[in-house]
């Protein structure tokens, strides 16, 4: 049996991408101006979001951050650039961003951790002399037992 020679055609029909090792896609390139298959197009795509997604997000740490990139996520979805149902994933985490910013403010402002000797006093304190957690304002505190627990839900009126 004699060896095949490769065929020069179909190496330039297959997706471009290579591995670490070097080794080559074997999916067929969909895109010629790329030279990329569908999943490694889509990776290349995604990267590039990052970046927009990110540019003026200020770390997802301040609520302008988030809206800015909630507004180049709208952006990306408009021009059709990215799934519907990869923009809703995102949309969602940017709304779990948004809801643990207030907390993460009220931690900033209540407790500072500058100063190791006056934590270690507060924490040698709060030992011998145990004191209420503060509540976040609007927020009602646990209940201490699981008895409790059971019958404040039982109790509570629907919305």
Known sequence: MQ??????????????????AGRQCRSLASD??????????ATERAVNFREELTRDAFDFQRPQGVNNSLGALY?????????????????H????????LPAIDYDN?????????????????????????????????LPKTAEEFAAAVLDRKPN
């Open 3 to 20: 060896a095949q020679s490769p065929n020069p055609v179909a190496s330039t029909t297959r997706c471009q991408h290579r591995t670490a």
């Open 32 to 41: 010629p101006s790329s030279g990329l298959c569908p999943h490694h197009a």
């Open 75 to 91: 952006n990306l979805l408009a021009e059709g650039r990215i799934s519907p149902r990869r923009a809703s994933v995102l949309a």
């Open 93 to 100: 985490i940017s709304s779990l961003l948004l809801r643990t």
């Open 109 to 141: 402002e209540h407790y500072t951790y500058d100063d190791e000797e006056a934590e270690e006093q507060a924490v040698a304190e709060s030992a011998a002399n145990p004191a209420p957690q503060p509540v976040p304002p609007g927020k009602e505190p």
